[in-house]
Nanobody
Framework: QVQLVESGGGLVQPGGSLRLSCTAS????????MGWFRQAPGKEREFVAA????????NYADSVRGRFTISKDNAKNTVYLQMNTLKPEDTAVYYC?????????WGQGTQVTVSS
């Protein structure tokens, strides 16, 4: 079993920044990739960003490219999402996931609210 714990969400004004963290723990033999998704009220969950665990290959949704940066710390099994120039439309619950040899696992989510 793999557990994911996210942190770093909160309330921020438009144009502000937040940094999300997500740490994976439990029985992990190998991580292939970690990523972030988000779900706004009344909308489906959507992809935000992902990073491969070796090779540091990153991928971003068009809506966040150039504003968000995903990074990782392999030794800590932790992925980060630096979010800059936040917009009201970035308001959502942000979920972390991890792809491992034993499957894909999800965190409980952390709320990000962008509002003045």
């Amino acid at each position: 079993q793999v557990q994911l714990v996210e942190s770093g969400g909160g309330l921020v004004q438009p144009g502000g920044s937040l940094r999300l963290s997500c740490t994976a723990s439990g029985i992990i033999f190998r991580i292939y990739a970690m990523g972030w998704f988000r779900q706004a009220p009344g909308k489906e969950r959507e992809f935000v960003a992902a990073i491969s665990w070796s090779g540091d290959i990153t991928n971003y949704a068009d809506s966040v490219r150039g504003r968000f940066t995903i990074s990782k710390d392999n030794a800590k099994n932790t992925v980060y999402l630096q979010m800059n120039t936040l917009k009201p439309e970035d308001t959502a619950v942000y979920y972390c996931n991890v792809h491992t040899t034993t499957g894909t696992f999800w965190g409980q989510g952390t709320q990000v609210t962008v509002s003045s």
